[in-house]
């Protein structure tokens, strides 16, 4: 019987509840469950089981890109540069690979993962939907989130943007061509 793929591609998402009989795979996306890094934790997972959420796991997921908030419960994972706010448990966590995420402290059962950070400091401009800014990360964000992800970027999913790149080079060519003494001031706007 195969198994059948839900591929999500550069969208903003609600909470996912799935089974295990499917396939997960999210690229460049944002998953709200209503829980922030910021207050109380919410008592909906942002990927968790449709038919018993507090007991069984959701499908096997795959991502590219991922932000987070809220909860994840799932079979098995693999994937690059997710953000995650909450708790993250993985059921077969002998198998698959986590690379360059970062994920909420503490009480996380994770697979094998590779330059992840875990319990740095994320803050977003907004964590409310609509606002131009929603999701996007801070100045105030650990810098290993901000510029150690995939491709020596941001973590999340808004990496692909490559806003990094884009700063550090802006700031090259204004040494590089500003008076001596003078200092510019960057001010980012969303």
């Known amino acids: ?15 996912i509840a799935v089974d295990e009989r499917y396939r997960l795979d999210l690229q460049q996306c944002i998953v709200d469950a209503g829980a922030g890094f910021g207050g109380p934790p919410a008592s909906v997972a942002a990927i968790g089981a449709a038919t ?16 987070c908030f809220g909860a994840v419960r799932v079979a098995a994972v693999g994937g690059i540069g997710g953000i ?9 966590h002998q198998h698959g690979c986590i690379k360059w995420s970062a994920f909420a402290a503490g009480g996380n059962r994770l697979p094998p993962n590779h330059f992840c950070v875990v319990g740095a400091r994320v803050v977003f401009t907004s964590e409310r939907f609509n606002d131009a800014a929603y999701a996007q990360l801070a100045d105030e964000t650990d810098r290993r989130v901000r510029e150690e992800g995939p491709d020596d970027d941001a973590m999340g999913a808004f990496g692909f943007l490559l806003q990094a790149h884009a700063l550090a080079n802006l700031r090259i060519r204004l ?10 001031l960057l001010v980012p706007v969303t």
């Open 175 to 184: 040494r590089e061509f500003m008076p001596v003494g003078v200092r510019p």
């Open 52 to 67: 018993d959420p507090a007991n069984a796991w959701a499908a096997a997921l795959d991502f590219d890109g991922l932000t």
């Open 1 to 15: 019987v195969p198994t059948p793929d839900l591929v999500v591609q550069r969208s903003i998402l609600g909470s």
């Open 84 to 92: 995650f706010s909450r708790r993250f448990d993985v059921l077969d």
